[in-house]
């Protein structure tokens, strides 16, 4: 999985699913391989702490929500197999602004995105002011960003409890009236918790979104993870990835390098091109016949290929 090649992330993908029809059990670098195919590159480009300041709208935006101390900036950093690009701190409250970093720009064989780490709702040390610009940044956000994808919301499998700050969050998504973008409920710290509880918890989230009025809200789609474990990551890309066209973005790159391929074959001289031919066709001869055994690297300029395969071999000294 981890050969790090835009080409291969659908392929990561269809193995994932034969693994789980056939119950193969995930480990850390099952899920490790899954980044490595997905980011080339990581940068933050901008921090923002009032509406205006937001970026120029363009790439798709990944959300990622929740209350003060759930676990966003940690979760953002194991997606992208970074120590602390996110800033995290054990004390509740490090993320005060909405941290916007850049994934995979200037690849055009590879969809370029943004994740968006904002601050955690319910933070009972801040002051009241800044809880409430927190609240309308985060609102109007919803409200008014066209690039908005996907949103994660977490969840705390480990207390597995809905406070007053989740049920907030799910008033900004209702208030927005859109259905452009996804929700996704992600049971963060699972590896704290055990399934029979985070079952319960996955029945009575669904129950409490459902009365939230919003067809966002109740098309939710709900799974565990664990930035420790890396328990869910390949979930939390396959959501990515689809939402941001991933599959077409790949497609599209292919189609620019057959053109690209193209375009510089026209531009050779009928005879360079009559000669190239004419070389792999002796070589493929010489091949078959055994007079070549070893494969030319496909690096090779033609002219070396013609001086390599009529080199005579050189007999071992006694």
Known sequence: LACGKAKAAPVAFLVLEYMEGLAVPKNRFT????????????????????????????????????????GKSSLVNMLLNQEALAPMSSRPGKTKTMDFFDVNNCQYNLPTFRLVDVPGLGFARASQDQRDRWVGLIGGYFVKRKSLKLVFHLLDASLCQILPADLDLWRLLAQARRDDYELCICLTKADNSNVDLMTRFAVQIRELLAVQGSGLTANATIFACS????????????????????????????????????????????????????????????????????????????????????????????
Do not use: C
């Open 227 to 318: 930035s420790h474990s890396k328990m869910g990551k390949d979930t939390l890309w396959r959501k990515i990835w689809d939402s941001v066209g991933g599959l077409a973005v790949l497609q599209a790159g292919e189609d620019i390098q057959r053109r690209r391929e193209t375009e510089l074959k026209q531009d050779r001289i009928p005879e360079e091109i009559a000669q190239e031919d004419e070389d792999q066709a002796a070589y493929a001869k010489a091949k078959a016949s055994g007079i070549i055994t070893a494969d030319l690297p496909s690096d090779v300029p033609n002219d070396q290929r013609r001086k390599r395969s009529n080199r005579p071999r050189s007999r071992r000294r006694s």
């Open 31 to 70: 899920y490790e391989g899954i980044g490595l195919n997905i980011v080339k590159n990581v940068i933050r480009s901008k921090r923002v702490w009032d509406l205006p300041m937001m970026p120029e709208e363009g790439a798709p935006e990944i959300v990622f929500a929740g209350r003060s101390n759930v």
